[in-house]
């Protein structure tokens, strides 16, 4: 059975500062995806991972997957307000389901 | 852009209803998924599908069933509502294509009440 933990699962942060989500998973996975959700929302697509050593970049988010050693980070930086929000990862196999990370909750202070 | 749609945003029901909670997406995939997210549990999967008429549980399906009539619409159904029940029920589609575009796609969320 596939389990998912992310850490840290709080973080509050200062804006201008860098920091790294971990996202380790139990068995085997070709891929991994990354979300984010704001307040009352719903899941938004951020990254897919698609290969060992896979590294994809949007803005002040960089995401990477080692499927070595069952590992995928999402690091910060630079942080602004805006970045504030729940952030959940999700390895998956092929194209079936996805199990989620309890998510960490991102808060960005000015 | 890939649709999925779920048919209410908030319903209150009372223990014991019968509650039927639609989702309906627009990009031909052949995976639906229902989850539920509640504070402190992340989101857990109560079923999903791979194709019309095919179901398998998820990790928490007691209390709940589906039914897949037609390729783009995934219906949960609470046979006898509890109020332990009461969450943010979550729909999601996705391909079963090989490569990038493989990701789930979100509904809007149903924020479920039982009173």
């Known amino acids: 059975e596939l389990k998912v933990e992310q850490n840290p699962l709080f973080l509050s942060m200062q804006e201008g500062k860098n920091y790294t989500i971990y996202c380790n998973y139990s068995?085997?996975?070709?891929?991994l995806y990354w979300y984010r959700q704001d307040p009352g929302k719903s899941l938004e697509s951020l990254f897919v991972l698609l290969s060992n050593g896979a590294v994809k970049q949007e803005g002040r988010l960089m995401a990477s997957l080692d499927t070595k050693a069952r590992l995928s980070t999402l690091h910060i930086t630079a942080a602004v307000h805006d970045l504030s929000a729940t952030y959940f990862c999700?390895?998956?196999?092929?194209?079936?389901?996805?199990?989620f990370g309890q998510g960490t909750r991102l808060t960005i202070n000015p | 852009d890939v649709k999925v749609t779920q048919s209410s945003r908030y319903l209150v029901k009372r223990t014991g209803e019968k509650v039927f909670l639609e989702c309906v997406q627009d990009m031909d995939h052949e995976n639906m998924f229902w989850y539920r997210q509640d504070p402190g549990l992340g989101l857990r999967l109560i079923y999903f599908s791979y194709d019309v008429k095919m179901k398998e549980k998820g990790d928490i399906p007691e209390g709940y069933s589906v039914s897949r009539e037609k390729k783009e619409r995934f219906s949960l159904i609470l046979e006898s509502a509890s109020t332990n029940q009461t969450s943010m029920y979550l729909c999601?589609?996705?391909?079963?294509?090989?490569?990038?575009?493989?990701?789930?796609?979100f509904g809007q969320g149903t924020r479920l009440t039982v009173v």
């Open positions: 999700a390895p998956g196999r092929g194209a079936q389901k996805l199990v």
């Open positions: 068995t085997t996975s070709d891929r």
């Open positions: 999601a589609s996705s391909s079963q294509l090989q490569g990038a575009d493989t990701e789930a796609f």
